[in-house]
Every structure is written in C-alpha cells, then in structure tokens.
C-alpha cells in the first residue's frame, strides 16, 4: 500500500434548523441525512479517489454505522482489513445542525475512534507505504506512533494538524510535513491570523522551522509551502525554501471537505515523488474541484476528473485572465 491513513471515521447526521436551540428548548428541525465523515475517513477517500492505493486504520462500532462506513470506504477502493469493528462502543457520530444562514453547529461524540491506541497499529500495516497520513481526530498518542512507525518503514510522514492542537517540538518529532489552514497555523505558530494571512509564505518557513517540510491552505486563493533547506534541492543549511500557489478561480458552492480533498490528493503526489510545488498544485485542484460541489464525500474529486481539470486550466499557475485582458 502506498498511503497509509490513520484516523477517525464518524457517521454525520445532518439536520436544518430553523434557528438554534437554546438550553432546555426542544425545536422541531428537518428530515435528518446520514453522510460518511470523518477526517480521517474523507482523506482516505479523497486519495484513492485521486489514484492512490489507499489502506485505512480505524475503529467503528460493530453497528449499522460502522458496518456502512467500511462499506462506504470499500467501495471507493480503500482497503479495510485494519478498520476494527468494536462491540462495547458505539461509531464515532457527528451532530451537524444548519440554520437558514448556513451556519452550523457540530458536536461530535468520537466513540470508537477513541478507542484507536498505539498498540492497535501493527508496524507490518507500514511496510511499503510511500506516505503515512495522520489528523487529530483520534488519541494524540496513537497518531505519534503511527508517525514513528511510519518514519521507520521510510514513508513520507504527512500530519494534518485539525483539529487544531499545539503539539510541541518533541511531539513533531516524526512528522516530516505539516499540512494546516491559516487556523492551525497561527495556533502552533503563535503568529497573528491576520499576519498568517499577510505573509503566508513567511508563515509556512516558520513552520518549517518545526519540521522539514509545511503546507499552509489558504480557501480560494491557494497554497503556500516551505521545505527546510536540507530537504530542499539547494542542499544543506540556509533559510527554508519556500512558495504560493495559487488558487485556481472557482464558483464554490460548498467548501466542506475542501482540505481534506486536498490532504489525500497532496498525499497521491507526494507517494508518487513529485516535488512539494507540483503537489500542491495538484493537491489544489482538488481543493478547488471539491468546493464546487456540495458535502463531504460525494464532493471529492476522481483522478480522471483532476486531470481534465488541469489539463483545461493548462500549465501556468498564474491566475487565469479572461481573453482580451492583456496588458498592453
Ligand atoms: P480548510 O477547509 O481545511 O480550512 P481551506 O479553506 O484552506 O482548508 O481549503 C483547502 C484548499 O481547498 C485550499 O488550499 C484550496 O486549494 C482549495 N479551496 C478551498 N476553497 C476554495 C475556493 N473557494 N476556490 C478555490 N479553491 C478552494
């Protein structure tokens, strides 16, 4: 297997609401919908959608949840045999509530992915794997071993810092690159949110101080990225190298899913050895593509789609001006 994912995988119960309940009120909302969810789960998804041989480590409940969430997970090809169904503990589930303004409310009950612990994770499930793939979604000490055990079988050890935690520098110890939004960047980083947003650049070699390689997602306008020196084709030493993509121009109807369309695409490229700026970009296609559609899973782009998108787009990273826009 070439990409390895660690993580949760929730049930989401979606419910609209004409307005929020407030303590001790009972309100009637709307039909309920069930979608596949957790980060974990979505980023698996996302990369064996975008062409990845994509293996999932988790904990369901044994329930008609857990039993539709490994379906789910089969059925786009993710290879499940170390997604352990539990008996004593229910699926993770998560309670998404949506007034008429589109905001949400979510409370998550983890379930069974708390009960995903270090020693769970067989070091055999890590051979072979280009690419080891973590979030924060189930306990923090399993997500540190995952990386070390994925360190130690040579994969590129990937950590999507969300939800946001400041984790210390003994803790990032086996994370070969952070990937975070501007949130989780000014979290760890402690720089300013306004700042990360003004100099994301800046804000990402500051995380690659931390580790030997950042990617830092930015909504609609991209990526920035940074690669510590000796990682970098510059060799050895010196300030880390570092970059922005753009964003590629889309009607966005819905970014839910978004970040994790980009997690498990950047995850495709890196297994494949591209350098960190093509990934990204790849990685944003799949950001943007997902944006235009509306949920979680459903919204997560196929390769053959992200490679009619960038073949459309053509190869410049440069906002696309519309024809007659030059400058002269
Ligand atoms: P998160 O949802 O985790 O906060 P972002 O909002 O930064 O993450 O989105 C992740 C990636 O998805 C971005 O880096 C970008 O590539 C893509 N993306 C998100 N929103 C849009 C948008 N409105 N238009 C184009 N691309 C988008």
């Known amino acids: 297997m070439s990409i390895v994912v660690v993580g949760s995988l929730n049930m989401d119960l979606v419910v609209s609401v004409p307005r929020f309940p407030v303590a001790g009120e009972t309100l009637l909302g709307g039909d309920y919908a069930r979608h596949p969810g957790g980060k974990g789960a979505n ?3 996302a990369a064996a959608r975008a062409g ?13 949840f857990g039993e539709a969430l490994v379906d ?4 786009d090809g993710v290879t499940t045999e170390a997604v352990a169904a539990l ?12 007034d008429p303004g589109a905001q949400n409310t979510i409370i998550v009950a ?4 708390a009960r995903l612990s270090p020693d769970d994770l067989d070091p055999a499930r890590f051979d ?9 979604e189930v306990p923090l000490e399993t997500t540190l071993r995952a990386a070390k055990l994925g360190r130690g079988a040579g994969a590129r050890v990937v950590l999507n ?4 935690q400041p984790l210390t520098a003994a803790e990032l110890a086996d994370v070969d690159l952070l990937l975070v939004n501007e949130t989780e960047a000014a979290e760890l980083t402690g720089i300013a949110a306004a700042e990360v947003a003004r100099a994301p650049e800046r804000a990402a070699a500051a995380l690659a101080d931390l580790v030997p390689a950042a990617v830092l997602t930015l909504g609609a306008a991209g990526a920035a990225w940074a690669e510590a020196a000796a990682y970098s084709a510059a060799g050895a030493g010196g300030a880390p190298a570092t970059g922005l993509v753009p964003g590629f121009a889309v009607e966005a109807v819905d970014t839910t899913a978004a970040g994790d369309a980009f997690a498990g695409a950047l995850a495709v490229r890196l297994a494949h050895g591209a350098p960190l700026a093509e ?7 799949a950001g943007a593509l997902a944006a235009t559609r509306p949920g979680a899973q459903p919204s997560l782009p196929t390769a053959a789609e992200l490679d009619a998108f960038l073949a459309e787009r053509g190869p410049s990273d440069e906002p696309q001006r519309p024809a007659g826009d030059e400058a002269t």
Not at 87 to 98: K, M, N, R, Y
Request: hydrophobic share 60%; net charge positive; aromatic share 4%.
């Open 128 to 136: 072979g794997a280009r690419v080891v793939l973590l979030q924060l």
């Open 72 to 75: 789910g997970l089969a059925a």
């Open 43 to 45: 980023q698996a998804v």
């Open 161 to 164: 810092l969300a939800p946001a």
């Open 52 to 64: 990845g041989a994509v293996a999932m480590i988790g904990r369901v409940g044994a329930d008609a």
């Open 87 to 98: 008996s004593d503990v229910p699926t993770g589930v998560a309670f998404i509530s949506i």
């Open 279 to 285: 990934a990204v970009r790849y990685a944003n296609a």
């Open 110 to 113: 983890p379930g069974a992915n």
